[in-house]
């Protein structure tokens, strides 16, 4: 009994609050889809380097009041002289436990920390989607997410303001 009243004051603030607490409780792929309309065409060596689009988005769905699945969604687009040459689609999810973060800080945890810690997992389904594909690996580079936010609440204030009637 006395060890267990000390790990809990262990883990506790100097107020007796626990500490922030941020879990990755499991992590799992929601959709993969791989296109590649031109093959075997698409998989011969090609006179130009192919323009390649990455589009990201990150959606939080609550379960609980502190469980939250955080869907990372990577759009991956390959083009050669305007011919397909794939395209994967990929909704890899987590579910998190956030405990004892400040409301005002919880969509940046969300929407910032969360999809940092499920990235590279993304990363390599990706990557191994597409050499399985028959194309090279594509290593999706690095995002940053607490840009990608700022973009997110830009982009709401501007539409807040546009909707908002002129006094």
């Keep these: 009994m006395a060890e267990t009243d000390q790990t809990e004051a262990g ?5 007796g609050q626990a500490g922030p607490q941020l879990r990755v409780i499991t992590q799992y792929v929601r959709d ?9 065409g698409s998989l011969a060596p090609q006179d130009e380097a192919p323009q390649i689009g990455v589009n990201v988005d990150v959606g939080v769905n609550p379960l609980a009041e ?7 969604k990577l759009k991956v687009d390959a083009k050669v002289n305007g011919k ?7 909704e890899y999810a ?10 005002e800080s919880m969509q940046a945890v ?25 194309f090279p690996p594509l290593m999706v580079d ?3 997410f607490a840009q990608l936010f700022r973009q997110q609440m830009q982009a709401q204030q501007e539409a807040g303001e546009k909707e908002r009637p002129d006094a």
């Design 11 to 15: 883990n506790a603030g100097s107020d």
């Design 32 to 40: 993969l889809s791989f296109e590649s309309p031109n093959v075997p």
């Design 66 to 72: 502190t469980d939250f699945e955080v869907v990372l």
């Design 84 to 90: 397909q040459l794939f395209l994967t689609e990929l």
């Design 94 to 103: 987590g579910v998190f436990k956030v405990a004892n973060i400040p409301q």
């Design 110 to 134: 969300l929407l910032i920390e969360c999809p940092r810690l499920i990235f590279p997992f993304a990363r390599r389904i990706v990557a191994d989607v597409t050499r399985d594909g028959g």
């Design 142 to 144: 690095p995002i940053d």
